[in-house]
């Protein structure tokens, strides 16, 4: 049998990360085993979209490149995560009239119902394309169904769900800049989704989580209850607005504070007093962000496995406890569990990974160009088998 080959490429306003992976044989429970990986620094990004075509494509180039030299095989294919402050949630609501004369839900109805919701809000999003559709919750006859709809008997079938959109324009230029490299692309997802495949355990996802990746230029969260994901939000602030906090605030070049930000510089030219003031202002103003987005989704304080923390940014002294503070929620940083083979620890490359357990999910079918809409049930169901 011809090994299945999964390639992830994370395109980030910090690095460009690419990996590749092998999945073990049909019906193993493995996860997909890294072979390969490549890192390059990005370049021509803002805020995770596109501003310089030509240095985008060189940066992933180059973090290609080296993924097949590791790998020891040409990328041909990838699947691809986008981070961008334009990936953006909206709610809708469907019903329909169950097609058998005995009332009887189908998996189609289950199907026509999700249309029904997609349709009420395309007229609401121009030039966004939709990357997700997730069902959150199913009626019949008024009354919320716990467990499987389908197979139950009922005159209306209605469903609340959530859509993760993108700006079209956006995605076309990912996807071409990409292209224009020899690679097809597969798949594209939202790159907070992705990470949450190896970052969250499914006691977590169950109990009710949020997922925080404080990036360079942006902060993600993913937040999570009953398995399900409730909520999607880019927000653009990030890590490189603490080095800029602490250039002007200690008055030292971006370089020095960069490293100080690190803890890789010390000196007694600036108080220790006064960089944690700096650096804890701007960890407080990015956890009030996100407290207000869990206020409005109504799941401030109400997630009881808390803040999982990750990122550069996660990795600033002080942030657990501005996190517990601030969301008064518990709070800790992520860990990254791909498995015993593979040499990758480092949670920065949680999109990579995850990328490519998401293609694993599916090795039977390949996608057009990163359009497919998956919903929970062949994200959640399937990925659930590789997690503690």
Not at 111 to 137: A, F, G, T, W
Not at 173 to 198: H, N, Q, R
Request: glycine share 8%; proline share 3%; charged share 25%.
């Amino acid at each position: 049998m011809a090994e299945h080959i999964i390639t992830g490429i994370d395109v980030g306003t910090y690095h460009v990360k690419v990996a590749v992976a092998r999945m073990p044989q049909k019906g193993s429970s493995a996860k997909p085993e890294i072979i390969g990986t490549g890192l390059s620094e990005s370049r021509g990004l803002k805020s995770g979209y596109i501003i310089h075509e030509a240095d985008v494509a060189r940066s992933i180039k180059s973090a290609i490149a080296q993924a097949e030299k590791n790998a020891g095989m040409a990328i041909k294919r990838a699947h691809i995560g986008i981070g961008s402050i334009g990936l953006e949630e909206i709610y809708s609501h469907g019903e329909i009239i169950p097609s058998r004369a005995d009332s009887e839900i189908t998996s189609s109805d289950l199907e026509k119902v999700m249309q029904d919701s997609e349709e009420r809000v395309l007229d609401h999003i121009p030039n966004r394309r939709i990357l997700h559709s997730i069902p959150l919750r199913y009626m019949i006859d008024g009354t919320e169904v716990l467990g499987r709809a389908q197979g139950l008997k009922g005159t209306k079938l209605e469903v609340d769900s959530l859509f993760i959109t993108t700006y079209e324009q956006h995605v076309n230029d990912l996807i071409s800049t990409i292209e224009k490299l020899g690679v097809y692309v597969e798949d594209v997802i939202a790159s907070p989704l992705a990470a949450s495949f190896v970052m969250l355990s499914k006691a977590q996802k169950r109990a009710g989580c949020v997922l925080t990746n404080i990036g360079a230029e942006t902060t993600s969260i993913v937040v999570f209850e009953d398995s399900t994901p409730l909520s999607l939000k880019i927000f653009p602030t990030g890590s490189s607005d603490i080095t800029n906090d602490i250039a002007l605030g200690l008055r030292v070049p971006l370089e020095d504070a960069e490293k100080i930000k690190r803890g890789a510089m010390t000196s007694a030219t600036y108080s220790k007093k006064r960089l944690d003031e700096i650096i804890r202002e701007r960890l407080q103003s990015i956890f009030t962000l996100i407290d207000a987005h869990l206020q409005k989704i109504k799941r401030d304080g109400l997630l009881p496995a808390g803040a999982i923390l990750t990122g550069g940014g996660a990795n600033v002294a002080g942030v657990v406890e501005v996190a517990k503070s601030a969301l008064e929620l518990p709070a800790r940083l992520a860990t990254l569990e791909m498995g015993k083979s593979t040499k990758v620890r480092d949670a920065s490359w949680a999109v990579a990974y995850g990328l490519c357990m998401w293609g694993a999910s599916d090795t039977e079918e390949t996608s057009a160009i990163g359009m497919v809409k998956h919903t929970r049930r062949n994200i959640l169901s399937w990925l659930s088998q590789f997690l503690p």
